[in-house]
């Protein structure tokens, strides 16, 4: 096959591009296939003219440990409408083909990608442009063999740490993590929240004491006020179940709209200082 991207920087690029701009990265979720597949390839390429600097992919599985409840219900509603791991790839491919170049990271669970074989995994995402991968539910113990085909391939392999991680498990991540680290805000699973953990201002420093990655902040980041906190301590900022309530809640000839008005708010937030170069 022929690779469509191949950039093995392209998040890091991501990233550093933002920093230029003093801000924080912007990172939006979307479930693969939600609301539907057409709905789905419009959002993502109006969220980038939005202002992504980065797009998380949510790969529909029946059982997300990870995810809370609006996560689950757009999973929920991609699979019965049949979506695959092959057809968020053909998502993707095509999103590539019409010019779409923000890095795309497959957030999904360990079994749907073991079960689609990990060098065919690795390979099929350089040819549809996927640049990375988050996969909650992999041990850090058990991830090499994740690993060893994407690295191969430039792919990276995010991992996550949270409130209750210990250093040491910080340290191994750290030495394991390509791309950036994702940083949970707090214990629990995914959802919109009303305020962040008090302690996330020490936490982050914990991290950034064992790595020179960049630092993603996600789960519970709901309001501009979030990212903003959020940005004046990291890397990068990620939102998701947000900003998929906020397109439930609209009609359908009007999500694209409600999604794009969204995160030009939430890429405003992202600013440090409030100051917009």
């Not at 995914?190 to 902040?217: S, V």
């Amino acid at each position: 096959m022929t690779a469509t991207k191949s950039s093995t920087n392209a998040i890091a690029d991501a990233f550093a591009a933002a920093a230029a701009e003093n801000r924080a990265a912007l990172m939006p979720y979307l479930t693969a296939g939600y609301p539907t597949a057409e709905r789905f390839a419009e959002l993502l390429e109006a969220l980038v003219a939005a202002g992504a600097n980065l797009v998380e992919v949510g790969i529909p599985f029946s059982d997300p440990l990870a995810d809370g409840a609006t996560v689950q219900h757009t999973s929920q509603i991609a699979l019965e409408q049949g979506m695959t791991l092959q057809k968020a790839f053909d998502l993707i491919r095509e999103f590539r083909r019409r010019g779409g170049s923000v890095p795309i990271v497959f957030m999904g669970y360990t079994n749907p990608f073991f079960q689609y074989g990990l060098d065919r995994l690795a390979a099929e995402a350089v040819d549809a442009g996927v640049d990375g991968f988050i996969i909650p539910d992999l041990p850090l113990e058990e991830s090499e063999e994740f690993a060893v085909p994407l690295r191969e391939r430039g792919r990276d392999l995010i991992f996550l740490v949270s409130p209750t991680s210990t250093d040491a498990r910080i340290e191994g991540v750290a030495k394991k993590a390509t791309g950036f680290i994702y940083c949970v805000s707090l214990t629990g699973v995914t959802g919109a929240r009303d305020r962040l953990w008090e302690g996330i201002g020490a936490y982050m420093q914990r991290i950034r004491a064992h790595t020179d990655l960049p630092l993603a902040i996600g789960f519970g980041i709901s309001t501009p006020q979030h990212v903003a906190q959020a940005a004046s301590m990291a890397d990068g900022v990620i939102v998701a179940s947000a900003m998929l309530n906020a397109i439930a809640a609209a009609p359908e000839s009007e999500q694209v709209a409600v999604a794009t008005s969204f995160i030009s708010a939430m890429k405003t937030a992202t600013y440090r200082n409030g100051q917009q170069d």
